[in-house]
């Protein structure tokens, strides 16, 4: 009976430490990834922000199509948005990547092919 009792009170005592532990952690901000894919779903390329210091952009083709993606970083200002820079990527080894200093806001993705295929998201 004692012994049952004394491995519930250490299983609580575990719980409520991890409990405090995972409180006390300073939260970890968020990467975010934009996926560009073409009306058949097919992927054409991806775009991924690193939330560090400084703001840090991966921009990837997917596809060897013969086409390249622009990946671009926009900030916010009295007059809209305006951009910050941008780097694309052809279907060759690697990605091509951004470091910024000045924090961006909004990130853009598109195809470098026929047509208008693109996509955004706030960061």
């Known amino acids: 009976m004692l012994t049952k009792l004394m491995k519930r ?3 609580v005592c575990v719980l409520m430490a991890s409990i405090v532990v ?3 952690v ?7 990834t ?3 894919s073409d009306i058949d ?3 054409l390329g991806y775009m991924v922000f690193y939330d560090v210091e400084p703001d840090k952009f991966k921009v990837c083709d997917t596809q060897r199509d013969g086409y390249s993606v622009t990946g671009q970083v926009l900030t916010q200002t009295s007059n809209g948005h305006i951009p910050l820079g941008d780097t694309s990527d052809g279907s060759d080894r690697g990605c091509n990547t951004m470091v910024f ?3 961006g806001d909004q990130m853009r993705l598109w195809w470098n092919g026929p047509g208008n295929i693109s996509t955004w ?3």
């Open 9 to 11: 009170a250490m299983i």
């Open 22 to 24: 995972g409180i006390a």
């Open 26 to 32: 300073p939260a970890q901000a968020a990467n975010k």
């Open 34 to 36: 934009i996926i560009l």
């Open 41 to 43: 779903g097919r992927q």
């Open 101 to 103: 200093r000045v924090p």
């Open 121 to 123: 998201a706030n960061i």
